[in-house]
T-cell receptor, first 112, second 114 residues
Framework: DTGVSQDPRHKITKRGQNVTFRCDPI?????LYWYRQTLGQGPEFLTY????????KSRLLSDRFSAERPKGSFSTLEIQRTEQGDSAMYLC??????????FGPGTRLTVL | AQSVTQLGSHVSVSEGALVLLRCNYS??????LFWYVQYPNQGLQLLLK??????LVKGINGFEAEFKKSETSFHLTKPSAHMSDAAEYFC????????????FGQGTELSVKP
């Protein structure tokens, strides 16, 4: 059990560019969650996968955001045409299907 | 809708003093409740959870929390603060209707003075 990993840990981009983040969950965890955390706030739910199926998306997830989880393993979160308001920490968590979620270290995005 | 309110965005205690971080929740169904800790530039680590078993829950690092349904509270305590406890603490609620997704409070930053 190596824990949830996320890549990259930090990303600096210019407004209007596209960025993609990757999350590798704990092996055999069938649930995967993405959250966004802005400075001084608690994490906010973005989207949820059960295996490869995306079962729920928050209203925070505008049409510039897309997430995938091919084959029910790793997941990617893409942001198109980034805006300064997208600057945040993006957290990934996985769960074996019970009530506990295990979080990765996060990807900090800075949009200039 | 489920929600969490953490009273006090900043709490400062002296080393060795009691730590009390307050959390109140709102939920239309029996909730699952969690406390997570976050160190700077890191992800969240689970401290403890309540899932309808014992109302007094013990977690890691000497922390514990008590579920009080009548007060809709789930306050986090530690008898004696250590310098290494300085971090951001988040209370969160979840239930089956949320597909397990967590609703977090805004967090409480704990400072520990020597």
């Amino acid at each position: 059990d190596t824990g949830v990993s996320q890549d990259p840990r930090h990303k600096i981009t210019k407004r209007g560019q596209n960025v993609t983040f990757r999350c590798d969950p704990i092996s055999e965890h069938n649930r995967l969650y993405w959250y966004r955390q802005t400075l001084g706030q608690g994490p906010e739910f973005l989207t949820y996968f059960q295996n490869e199926a995306q079962l729920e998306k928050s209203r925070l997830l505008s049409d510039r955001f897309s997430a995938e989880r091919p084959k029910g393993s790793f997941s990617t979160l893409e942001i198109q045409r980034t805006e300064q308001g997208d600057s945040a920490m993006y957290l990934c968590a996985s769960s074996p299907g019970g009530d506990t979620q295990y979080f990765g270290p996060g990807t900090r995005l800075t949009v200039l | 809708a489920q929600s969490v309110t953490q009273l006090g965005s900043h709490v400062s205690v002296s080393e060795g003093a009691l730590v009390l971080l307050r959390c109140n929740y709102s939920s239309s169904v029996p909730p699952y409740l969690f406390w997570y800790v976050q160190y700077p530039n890191q992800g969240l680590q689970l401290l403890l959870k309540y899932t309808s078993a014992a109302t007094l829950v013990k977690g890691i690092n000497g922390f514990e929390a008590e579920f009080k349904k009548s007060e809709t509270s789930f306050h986090l305590t530690k008898p004696s603060a250590h310098m290494s406890d300085a971090a951001e603490y988040f209370c969160a609620v979840s239930d089956r209707q949320l597909r397990g997704k967590l609703i977090f409070g805004q967090g409480t930053e704990l400072s520990v003075k020597p």
